[in-house]
């Protein structure tokens, strides 16, 4: 079945979340769009907004996985027609997976257009099974005018494996409004225990089990997963009582949920990656729960609490938040308005440097990045950063 999402975004200066003593991030003058091979990602509608983008966010979902690759090729397809329809100046294209990056390169050498392609690279686009056409990724980065990563751990790793500087933008703080989440949630009455909202996708990275095996371990806690369960790799027919799967949400019913946690876990047992219900933690002034990588300690450094994804720690966690809430809430609310400014500075440097690129080719590296300490292995232990 096809389902296809549309969304146009624009920017505005003086928009919600953005500081008010800070400079307003410059627009593009030129027409511009973004192709994405999901039904829907955070990161793409923060970037599209910051480049004034036209946002596609495509997908084709098959009830049988056993059919999932045919929808590559409906995809490619359907992104030559919107490219030429639009005729953009720029592209910016979301990998994994590859193929829609690559998209460009053929519409761009089949139009003759100075089409300007950007690759977003997320941390999945370097592990199996899109490590196995590693070839196909460094032909097509290398044909972009730049490489967006996530953090300065991922960078220094394509750099080492791929011979390419990219470019370290983090995602933008979401803007969510209180009246975003005026909404009850129907779900549960949600009652007076402690409540954690699992920001989940039941993606291979994420430890469900260890979730679930710390779930039984706190029965006062109420565990609210969010998510398409049926893509969970493993037995979720008996769970403990005191965990609730709630389904892939619509945005109201999510941001509801979300609003009445008392803290948000989002964890990942793969390193170098950004996770965005992290940052809509961020957002809300929650406490969050993730996992000890290097570049999530080091972006969320204050009202979070780390875990190195062992039942065990996850419990230590929580019982860290519930003793500690408050004050980590406090202190999400003062790196939420440092990342804010933060993150405009460094969006308003890269789309500068995508206008000197227009005439040169390809963005020259003086963009101020993030020291990385190392692309490899956790921290020592896991903390509370307060």
Same mark, same amino acid.
């Given at each position: ?212 095996? $710390?779930? &039984?371990? !706190?029965?006062?806690? +109420?565990?609210? #997963? *969010?998510? @398409? ?7 979720? =027919? ?39 219900? $992290?940052? &809509?933690? !961020?957002?809300?002034? +929650?406490?969050? #729960? *993730?996992? @000890? ?7 969320? =450094? ?85």
């Amino acid at each position: 079945m096809d389902r296809a999402y549309r969304q146009r975004d624009s920017v505005s200066e003086g928009s919600a979340g953005q500081p008010r003593d800070s400079a307003p991030i410059q627009t593009l003058a030129w027409k511009a769009v973004f192709l994405v091979w999901a039904p829907s990602s955070p990161r793409a509608e923060g970037l599209a907004k910051l480049l004034n983008a036209r946002l596609y966010q495509l997908t084709y979902k098959f009830k049988r996985k056993i059919y999932a690759p045919i929808k590559y090729p409906l995809l490619f397809s359907q992104s030559l027609r919107i490219l030429k329809r639009e005729r953009p100046d720029l592209v910016v294209c979301q990998d994994p997976p590859v193929f829609c990056a690559l998209a460009v390169l053929i519409y761009r050498y089949f139009s003759e257009m100075q089409t300007m392609l950007v690759v977003d690279a997320h941390t999945a686009a370097f592990g199996r099974p899109w490590s196995y056409i590693r070839w196909l990724h460094r032909l097509v980065m290398r044909k972009a005018v730049a490489v967006l990563v996530t953090n300065a751990e991922l960078r220094d790793y394509v750099l080492h494996n791929y011979e390419i500087v990219p470019v370290v933008l983090e995602d933008k703080v979401p803007d969510i409004k209180p009246a975003d989440m005026a909404r009850t949630w129907s779900q549960d009455t949600l009652g007076t225990n402690f409540k954690v909202a699992v920001i989940s996708s039941f993606a291979p990275d994420e430890p469900i089990a260890e979730i679930m095996q $710390a779930a &039984e371990m !706190l029965p006062d806690v +109420k565990f609210y #997963i *969010t998510g @398409d369960s049926t893509k969970s790799e493993i037995d979720l =027919s008996i769970k403990p009582e005191n965990v609730t799967l709630t389904g892939f949400l619509d945005k109201e019913s999510y941001l509801a949920l979300l609003g009445r946690a008392d803290a948000l876990m989002v964890l990942t047992k793969r390193d170098m990656t950004m996770l965005a219900g $992290a940052y &809509e933690a !961020l957002a809300l002034g +929650k406490p969050l #729960i *993730t996992s @000890d990588w290097l570049p999530l300690k080091r972006y969320f =450094s204050k009202g979070a609490v780390y875990t190195d994804n062992s039942p065990q720690q996850i419990v230590q966690a929580v019982r860290v938040v519930q003793q500690n809430r408050d004050k980590l809430a406090d202190h999400a609310a003062l790196l939420r308005s440092e990342k804010e400014k933060e993150w405009i500075k460094r969006a308003n440097d890269f789309v500068q440097s995508l206008l000197s690129a227009k005439d040169s080719g390809r963005i020259a590296m003086q963009i101020q990045e993030p020291e990385s300490q190392s692309y490899k292995g956790r921290t020592d232990s896991s903390a509370v950063a307060t």
